[in-house]
């Protein structure tokens, strides 16, 4: 798949989000920068496929859940855009200032490889994690030659964040952070209850911590 520079991303990786994933995708297509937006619709057992599908998008049904990263490589290979942004489908207040924030500093400048949003102002919780550990962020921005000697991200699971960042700084990529105030995602204990919704947090954070002991350099 063909290179081409000026086209703009946007993937979407989403299990389970059928409750949210409209008003993420409302303001995404809107945007008039973005010349295409992926959803991967990640083995979801609810109407994710089905409301992703009634917005002006490409949806891609994986038969099983495979995970975040799964979703994410599948996405960049279903694209031959220049720049690619992921998304989450679980965005509260998310508008279009945001987006461009993220994704118009790789337009202008050509040598930055990769931008990463940092919610501020939006719920105590997600700011507070992402200024623990701000290399977590799903929102970010990358040129395509980011890939080049990416690993794959198949098996990354929530993941996936940590080994972006660290190719990044293996590479001396040149990194943006970007602030996403106002903004925010839905907890998993809101999603599910709290019992399932805890146990899905530790799976993340399990998932998360074997990337960066795997990393020791982060």
């Not at 010349?35 to 057992?45: H, L, R, W």
């Not at 490409?58 to 996405?75: E, T």
């Not at 919704?197 to 990393?215: L, N």
Request: proline share 3%; charged share 25%; net charge neutral.
């Amino acid at each position: 798949m063909s290179n081409k520079p000026d086209k703009v991303a946007v993937i979407v990786p989403a299990y389970n989000e059928e409750k949210w994933i409209g008003s993420v995708l409302e303001v995404l297509t809107k945007i008039n920068i973005i010349s295409e937006i992926i959803v991967v619709n990640d083995g979801s057992k609810d109407r994710t496929s089905e409301v992703a599908s009634s917005y002006n998008v490409k949806v891609i049904d994986r038969d099983i859940n495979g995970g975040k990263g799964a979703a994410m490589q599948m996405g960049i290979g279903a694209t031959d855009a220049g720049i690619i942004a992921f998304i989450d489908a679980d965005l509260i207040g998310i508008s279009s200032e945001h987006i461009r924030n993220l994704i118009e500093p790789l337009i202008i400048d050509t040598d930055l490889m990769m931008t990463v949003g940092k919610f501020t102002g939006g719920r105590l919780t997600t700011d507070l994690a992402q200024a623990i550990v701000p290399f977590i962020s799903g929102q970010r921005a990358i040129r395509r030659e980011f890939l080049n000697g990416l690993p794959s991200l198949e098996n990354t699971g929530f993941g996936v964040e940590v080994v972006m960042t660290q190719h990044a700084k293996q590479n001396k990529l040149k990194v943006k952070e970007v602030l996403i105030p106002d903004a925010t995602h839905v907890m998993k204990e809101e999603k599910w209850g709290f019992l399932k919704g805890f146990t899905a947090r530790m799976r993340m954070y399990g998932e998360i911590a074997k990337q960066v002991i795997s990393r020791k350099n982060i």
